[in-house]
C-alpha cells in the first residue's frame, strides 16, 4: 500500500569530505551546494540465453558504474582543488593530483519515520571510497554567480559495499 510519509522532498544540508581512512570529525563542509545533487548508477548486464528455451534464462550483471556529481556554489581554494582535480602549493600554483581517494557523507532531509508523529529524519549517504575529479568547467562572467562542478567515481571497496543510506530521526537542538 502507498504510503505519502515516504514521499521525500529534500534538500542537500551538508556534504562533507574526508581522505580515505579518516574519521567523519575530521572531514571537512563542501558549504553550500547549488541545483541538485546527483548520484547516478549504470549497470550492464549479460543476457544467458540456452538451445532448450527461447528466452532468456538469466540476467548476470556484469559491470557497474557509480557516480556523483556535486554542484559547488562556495569557490574556496579547497574546493577549486577537489573539482579540477589538482593540488595547489603554498604560491597558488596547481599540479595535477595523483590518485587518492576520499570518502563523503551527503545529508539530506529523510522521510517521516513514525506514521504517528510529524518529526522529520535525516537522511545520510555515507560512500567509503570515491575518486574526486573529471570533467570541470570554471565560468568567469559578470553577470553570473562562479560555480564549481564536483564530478566523483564511487569505487567499490569490498568491506564495505559501494554506498550506505541511513534514515534516523533529527535530534531537536
Not at 71 to 82: F, G, K, Q, R, V
Amino acid at each position: 500500500m502507498a504510503d505519502c510519509k515516504n514521499i521525500v522532498v529534500s534538500a542537500v544540508k551538508k556534504v562533507l569530505i574526508a581522505p580515505l581512512g579518516a574519521d567523519k570529525s575530521a572531514a571537512t563542509d563542501l558549504g553550500f551546494t547549488g541545483d541538485t545533487v546527483t548520484l547516478t548508477s549504470a549497470v550492464s548486464y549479460t543476457e544467458v540465453r540456452v538451445d532448450q528455451r527461447l528466452g532468456i534464462v538469466r540476467r548476470v550483471p556484469t559491470e557497474a558504474t557509480y557516480t556523483l556529481a556535486i554542484p559547488l556554489n562556495e569557490i574556496t581554494i579547497d574546493n577549486l582543488a577537489y573539482g579540477l582535480g589538482v593540488d595547489f602549493d603554498e604560491s597558488g600554483f596547481a599540479t595535477i593530483a595523483q590518485e587518492r581517494y576520499f570518502q563523503m557523507w551527503i545529508e539530506t532531509e529523510g522521510p517521516v519515520l513514525d506514521a504517528t508523529s510529524v518529526e522529520k529524519s535525516k537522511r545520510t549517504i555515507y560512500i567509503p571510497k570515491l575518486s574526486v575529479g573529471g570533467t570541470a568547467e570554471l565560468g568567469f562572467s559578470r553577470t553570473d554567480k562562479q560555480t564549481d562542478n564536483l564530478e566523483c567515481t564511487i569505487v567499490n571497496c569490498d568491506d564495505e559495499g559501494i554506498f550506505q543510506i541511513v534514515d534516523e530521526e533529527e535530534s531537536a537542538s
